[in-house]
């Protein structure tokens, strides 16, 4: 009698247990080891009932320091401007080609009143556009109170250039 010497699904055997042991050691993975997606939200309670409600159009002078019209220009700053800068304003997530708010490398000049001509006007030859009929004088104000406090190349001005050019400017 001839033995069996059927040698032709040895290949097929082998790929079947390969396979079967990537996805068990897949499973282990996923399963035990990894610490899964953190989106890193950072979720507010709604403000309480009859709780004050901050109004930036009421803010006589935007562009002096304040914590509420900081955080006022963070939203907006998300809203219509994290899409090129990121969320964070250091372009993650963001146009590499845009400029980083962080590291602050200014071509337009150091300080808010060169940043404020900036939201104004845009710069010409470049995809900065003008946020003049998109945002308000005082809430282009906030965004830049926002980006003060996170850029590490501040702002030079005075005060009383920051307060006479506010006085003019639309």
């Avoid at 069996?4 to 897949?26: E, K, P, Y």
């Avoid at 990894?34 to 709780?51: F, Q, R, S």
Wanted: overall charge neutral; some cysteine; proline content about 4%.
């Amino acid at each position: 009698m001839s033995s069996n010497h059927d040698h032709h699904n040895q290949g097929g055997l082998i790929a079947l247990l390969g396979s079967l042991a990537f996805v068990f050691a897949f499973l282990f993975y996923i399963v035990f080891l990894n610490k899964g997606v953190t989106l890193d939200e950072k979720i507010v309670a709604p403000a309480a009932p009859g709780a004050p409600k901050f109004e930036l159009a009421s803010v006589k002078e935007p562009w002096a320091d304040s914590p509420e019209v900081a955080l006022a220009g963070e939203r907006l700053y998300k809203q219509n401007c994290a899409a090129c800068h990121g969320a964070a304003g250091d372009l993650v997530g963001g146009i590499p080609t845009s400029r980083n708010l962080v590291e602050g490398k200014w071509t337009q000049g150091n300080g808010l009143i060169a940043h404020y001509k900036v939201l104004q006007n845009g710069i010409a030859g470049t995809q900065m556009v003008s946020f003049k009929a998109i945002l308000k004088p005082y809430e282009r104000w906030a965004v830049l109170s926002w980006i003060e406090t996170i850029t590490k190349n501040k702002s030079q001005d005075k005060s009383e250039d920051i307060v006479n050019f506010a006085a003019t400017a639309d």
